[in-house]
């Protein structure tokens, strides 16, 4: 039976931006930083990923600036790590990150979760799926003629 630490994945959160170039001048490359390790040790792991869940950061990257603020924001306040006596990031942290979101909010920014290297991606399967009609009659309905009113001057 493995232990459940081990069947736990771990994930990265991503803080990164696209990079910008203007008339052929580069003036940020693009980067991607990870900012947080999600894992077993995390105090109130469940919390913060039924969190990210609801920020749909499974789903796909968040590229809205205010909402990326929000959810480091909102992390920072609500998951402090109790067990080791300090909060989820140092202050210090916070606020390059949030210096880094000020300074690269025109390059276009992300959040993203980003599986941890050396473990397994999930198998997504695709399946077709074919759609039949169950009538014997197949009648096409109009749509309606639309006339046009014309008001009185």
Known sequence: MPNAAQSTPELYLVLGCFG??????????????RILL???KLYD????IEYLDTCRLFDK???DLNAIKH???????????????RRLWQEKQLQ???KFIADHRLCGL???LE???GQEEPVVEEKSIKIVSTTSQRKLIAAPKLTMIRKRK
Request: charged content about 15%; glycine content about 12%.
């Open 110 to 112: 992300f959040l993203k």
């Open 61 to 63: 990257p968040c590229f």
């Open 20 to 33: 910008r170039v203007d008339d052929g001048f580069v003036s940020c490359s693009g980067c991607d930083n």
């Open 96 to 98: 390059l990150y949030q």
């Open 38 to 40: 999600i894992g077993p």
């Open 71 to 85: 959810i480091i924001n909102h992390m920072q306040d609500q998951f402090d790590q109790i067990g080791i006596g």
């Open 115 to 117: 599986l941890k290297q």
């Open 45 to 48: 792991y469940n919390g913060t």
